[in-house]
C-alpha cells in the first residue's frame, strides 16, 4: 500500500540531507575496468570509483560482462490511472477515500484508490503482463493494455463511465525461473543488488543492504542468504523462450479475466 513515487522522493531527499549525491539524470552508458577501480561513463562525464553497485535490477544485462545473460525473465506489468475525480464523481463513488484490492491470482486485476495528498483523488488499475526480452515495452502493447484497463474500470464502475483515464504507463520487472536473486560479487570491486523477482521493496532492500554489506567487508545473515543461492536458472534459446512466456502469460490473464 505504499505510494511508490512519494516512497522514492522521499527516499532520495532522505539521502540528500545524509550527504548523498543522487544523479537521477545521469544514465551510465558503460561501464569498464579502470587500473584497480571502475569507470562509469555517462552522457555528460565520467565517475571513477574503487567499488560499483549495480543495483538496476534486469538492466544488469544492459552493461555485459555476461552477468545474467540468457537466465533472466523481463516482464513489463501495466497500469492507468483516472484523471483527478471531480466532486460529482466523488458523491457517486462513496467509501473510503484510501483503499486498495490485490487478486489472490497475480494475474488478476489491482484495483487502488488514492486521495488528495498522494496525488489527488483518483482511482488505479493494474493489469496485463507482455514479455519483453528487449526490455522495452511497445506503444502497441500500451495501448493495448490501456484499452483493457479501461474497459475493467468501466465493469467496476459503471457509474463512473465518464471519467477519463489520464496517465497509463509500464512497469519493468525482472525474475529467475528459480526464483533467486543476483546479490554477491562479480569482480573484484563490483557488486549486484538485481533480480527482484516483483519484491521491489522488499528483496530489493534486501539486496542493496547485503551488496553494501559485502562492499564494506561485513558478513551478516543478509549476505550468508543471498550469497548461498545458486545462479539464476538458464532459459530456453530464443524463439522458445518468448513464444512460451508469452502463451503461458496470455493463458493465465484469459484464466484470471474475470477477477
Known amino acids: 500500500m505504499l505510494q511508490p513515487a512519494g516512497y522514492i522522493r522521499a527516499l532520495a531527499?532522505?539521502?540528500r540531507a545524509a550527504g548523498v549525491r543522487n544523479a537521477e539524470t545521469s544514465p551510465v552508458l558503460r561501464l569498464a575496468r579502470q587500473g584497480a577501480g571502475w569507470q562509469l561513463v555517462t552522457p555528460h562525464g565520467r565517475i571513477?570509483?574503487?567499488?560499483?553497485?549495480?543495483?538496476?535490477?534486469?538492466?544488469?544485462e544492459s552493461f555485459g560482462f555476461?552477468?545474467?545473460?540468457g537466465r533472466l525473465m523481463h516482464l513489463f506489468l501495466?497500469?492507468?490511472?483516472?484523471?483527478?475525480?471531480?466532486?460529482?464523481?466523488?458523491?457517486?463513488?462513496?467509501?473510503?477515500?484510501?483503499?486498495?484490492?490485490?487478486?489472490?491470482?497475480?494475474?488478476?486485476?489491482?484495483m487502488r484508490r488514492i486521495?488528495?495528498?498522494?496525488?489527488?483523488?483518483?482511482?488505479?488499475?493494474?493489469?496485463?503482463?507482455?514479455?519483453?526480452?528487449?526490455?522495452?515495452?511497445?506503444?502497441?502493447?500500451?495501448?493495448?493494455?490501456?484499452?483493457?484497463h479501461r474497459r475493467k474500470f468501466a465493469e467496476r464502475f459503471p457509474a463512473l463511465g465518464s471519467?477519463?483515464?489520464?496517465?497509463?504507463?509500464?512497469?519493468?520487472?525482472c525474475l529467475s525461473r528459480n526464483g533467486v536473486a543476483l546479490m554477491r560479487e562479480?569482480?573484484?570491486?563490483?557488486f549486484a543488488a538485481c533480480v527482484q523477482n516483483g519484491l521491489?521493496?522488499?528483496?530489493?532492500?534486501?539486496?542493496?543492504?547485503?551488496?553494501?554489506?559485502?562492499?564494506?567487508?561485513?558478513?551478516?545473515?543478509?549476505?550468508?542468504?543471498?550469497?548461498?543461492?545458486?545462479?539464476?536458472?538458464?532459459?530456453?534459446?530464443e524463439p522458445l523462450a518468448s513464444f512460451g512466456a508469452s502463451a503461458y502469460l496470455r493463458w493465465k490473464a484469459w484464466r484470471a479475466s474475470a477477477e
Not at 503482463?129 to 493495448?144: D, H, K, Q, V
Request: aromatic share 4%; net charge negative; glycine share 14%.
Open 13 to 15: 531527499e532522505g539521502l
Open 48 to 60: 571513477a570509483a574503487g567499488k560499483v553497485i549495480l543495483a538496476n535490477n534486469g538492466q544488469i
Open 66 to 69: 555476461g552477468f545474467g545473460h
Open 78 to 110: 501495466y497500469a492507468s490511472m483516472t484523471a483527478d475525480l471531480g466532486p460529482e464523481a466523488l458523491r457517486t463513488l462513496g467509501g473510503a477515500l484510501r483503499w486498495g484490492i490485490t487478486p489472490s491470482d497475480p494475474m488478476g486485476t489491482t
Open 115 to 148: 486521495d488528495g495528498p498522494q496525488g489527488g483523488n483518483r482511482i488505479v488499475t493494474r493489469t496485463c503482463a507482455t514479455f519483453e526480452p528487449g526490455m522495452e515495452a511497445s506503444e502497441a502493447a500500451l495501448r493495448r493494455t490501456a484499452a483493457v
Open 163 to 173: 471519467v477519463r483515464m489520464e496517465f497509463s504507463w509500464a512497469g519493468h520487472l
Open 186 to 190: 562479480l569482480e573484484p570491486g563490483l
Open 200 to 237: 521491489g521493496t522488499t528483496r530489493g532492500t534486501l539486496t542493496g543492504i547485503g551488496a553494501a554489506e559485502l562492499a564494506s567487508g561485513i558478513e551478516s545473515a543478509i549476505t550468508r542468504h543471498f550469497t548461498a543461492e545458486a545462479d539464476p536458472t538458464p532459459l530456453p534459446l
